[in-house]
């Protein structure tokens, strides 16, 4: 696992300036270079704006060179230890697809980008970037929420014993041993358990659930972590919000899952656990998936 290029989106707005913060930890850690990344919207003169009040023939021009200094002023004030940093401004109407089309391009190893933490009916109407980044970029996304000046110091790693769950295993085990960072590794189940891999019984005990999930997280804590971490069992309907929960009460710092990159009306009728943990959990999210 590398995380060789990062590219941060931002806006220049206060939670786009914590994740500079943390990408400046991430990359002088890994030895990463940097992209900082803007996109912004250009609107022609019909759509908001009479002519007589368009500022310029050649906004897109004006916009592009704002934009790039003001990039390069976050470059000195939040990355300036980093040996390669690039800055880049694009127009585009979708920020989120914008980012993932340019980390597409450049083969991006990581994603980043702050969170507003909109809720309420403008989040339900317009969701948020970080969100549509879960859902479109080609590689791992880390939202930066919550206290980043102790990042990571407890990471939260999810699984559901399935495959695609590994991806996040492995991230998880990757960044906490870079930092020296405590590790709880967490299965969230309801009642009846769904246990992708695990035995099935034609009747089964609460004891001996518990004893089967145990087992299973002992074997991916020896395989993922050395058998040096801490795990968890929690049963719950509703696995995002127990998941949120688990972080909040047990101050984590980065809460680590994968991404079944489920898609048509399931998603859009029920979202994913990466979304949903994305909008609910205080801490950064880091959500993995593997590339291509």
């Not at 980043?112 to 969701?127: F, I």
Request: hydrophobic share 45%.
């Amino acid at each position: 696992m590398s995380y060789a290029h990062i590219v941060v989106a931002t806006d220049f707005s206060e939670p786009s300036e914590r994740a500079l913060d943390v990408a400046n930890k991430l990359a002088e850690r890994f030895g990463a270079r940097v992209t900082l990344f803007h996109s912004y919207s250009i609107l022609p003169p019909s759509a908001v704006y009479p002519d007589a009040l368009w500022p310029a023939a050649h906004i897109d021009v004006q916009l592009r060179e704002d934009a790039r200094r003001s990039l390069e002023a976050l470059h000195r004030e939040r990355l300036p230890n980093i040996e390669r940093v690039d800055t880049v401004a694009v127009p585009h109407p979708n920020a989120a697809i914008a980012i993932s089309d340019y980390a597409t391009d450049n083969g991006a190893d990581l994603v980043m980008a702050g969170t507003h933490g909109r809720t309420g009916l403008a989040h339900v109407l317009l969701g948020s970037v970080a969100e549509a980044l879960v859902r479109h970029a080609p590689c791992p996304v880390l939202v930066v929420r919550g206290n980043v000046e102790r990042f990571p110091g407890h990471v939260l790693a999810c699984t559901d014993f399935s495959e695609e769950a590994e991806p996040a295993l492995e991230a998880a085990g990757h960044i906490a041993r870079a930092f020296e960072a405590k590790v709880t590794l967490l299965h969230v189940y309801a009642d009846p358990p769904e246990l992708p891999g695990l035995p099935e019984r034609p009747y089964r005990t609460v004891e001996s659930v518990d004893k089967d999930m145990k087992k299973a997280l002992a074997d991916l804590e020896r395989k993922y972590f050395g058998g040096t971490v801490e795990t968890a069992l929690l049963v719950a309907p509703n696995h995002s919000e127990a998941i949120a929960t688990y972080a909040e009460r047990h101050h984590v710092d980065l809460t680590v899952v994968a991404t079944h990159g489920r898609t048509g009306i399931r998603r859009l009728l029920l979202g994913s656990v990466a979304e949903k943990v994305v909008r609910h959990a205080p801490s950064s999210v880091l959500v993995a998936r593997s590339r291509g």
